[in-house]
DNA sequence: CGGCACACATACCGACCGGTATGCTGGCGG
DNA sequence: CCGCCAGCATACCGGTCGGTATGTGTGCCG
């Protein structure tokens, strides 16, 4: 129910002899943990001993368990928005647009693919409220997204009979289903998986 | 470890009073439950009243509560294996090959949506032998679609330049992802989303 | 120099949960 | 008609987990 019982140790403190907060390790380990283990799987008591504190001092920054994870849903989102309507507010061609807006949903979530897999398999494990805050911010940076590809219908060089959403919801299945396979250490550089996403999705969109 | 303890009790009981059996009954609820609350949200207990039975069922029938994941696993995988090699094995051209083989995974996958949903939320939660085994299944289905695109390629008729293994993850990434936002009272039927996706795929990969 | 609030550590609790050991019963083979 | 075994039901256990109440040290403010 409560977010941060307290207020956060601003880096104002004097003396920073720590270069990472305990709040900010706390969240590195969850995510590692949640994604390595799941989030029913992972304790809390894990997680603390991974950040090398104990259950005090994450129940003083965090209200439950349940807010750890959506603070991570909440920094992956913001992160995504922000860099989408960046890309979709430039004066480039829409076909141009779209392209850069694959790719970069493509690279940032292969940057952060941890939250990836996270995102994906627990968020049916937050509390009902938090869910609907959380699918209502997804539902805004999917709009967003549908109306690059409205636009490319109404200057007539996307195809007119698809389904914008359906479009939407095409794509996203691949770029979430990217945590299930990609591997840092395979041959496929972030670059290169991007590139091809956006391709493919350009090709099934445009005008013949 | 153990799969089934007993024999199933077969057809040949003199009396069908029931037309559903015990296992059937706690397979059907298992598999809603799992979907609805997710693997370890969902308590043997809640299973088993679900079913209308107790414990002492379940765990004559099944080895554990891992074993009635699997068994949804492999029920779903082989249903969608024999479909893909059948369609794979008419003599009509690579590419309506293609189109059938990507449409009619959409179609099993809505017509089994709960099956889609646990799929890819709940298989890291399974045993990590069991695990390898549903990975070697899929890998199998993943192959014989690839084959499918690999044909396309050397036929000419599909662009040379795409990773045939990319574009199997690309597309099915998608389909995995319609356990999140299909909905059997929404606007689309199965067939109609089918069509269209199975209409995406092969405009981004077919020569122009 | 006092005291007080922040930032944790320690100790502990009640609620489950997966699994098992054992009890009961009806039908079928002999 | 009898025994026995498949097919469950009942009772129970050890372990774990999220969360909380309370103790404690320490640096900043007055």
Partial sequence: ????????????????KAVTTVPQRLLAEATRLFAERGYDRTSVQEIVEAAGVTKGALYHYFGSKDDLLHE???RVLRLQLQRLEAIAGKP????????????????????????????????????????????????????????????????????????????????FGSVHHL????????????????????DLLLHSVRQP
């Fill in 72 to 74: 991570i849903y909440g």
């Fill in 92 to 171: 480039d061609p829409v076909e141009a647009r779209l392209f850069e807006a694959a790719a970069d949903v493509v690279v940032t979530s292969i940057a952060n693919l941890d939250d990836t897999k996270i995102f994906f398999r627990s968020m049916h494990q937050l509390s009902p409220e938090k869910q609907k805050a959380v699918r209502a911010d997804r539902r805004r940076y999917h709009e967003k997204f549908r109306a690059l590809v409205e636009e490319g219908q109404s200057q007539g060089v996307f195809r007119p009979g698809l389904s914008p959403d359906l479009v939407v919801d095409y794509f």
């Fill in 179 to 198: 945590g299930t396979w990609y591997r840092h250490d395979g041959q496929m550089s972030a670059e290169q998986v991007a590139t091809e996403y956006a």
């Fill in 1 to 16: 129910m409560a977010m941060a019982r307290s207020t956060t140790p601003s880096a104002t403190r004097k003396a920073p």
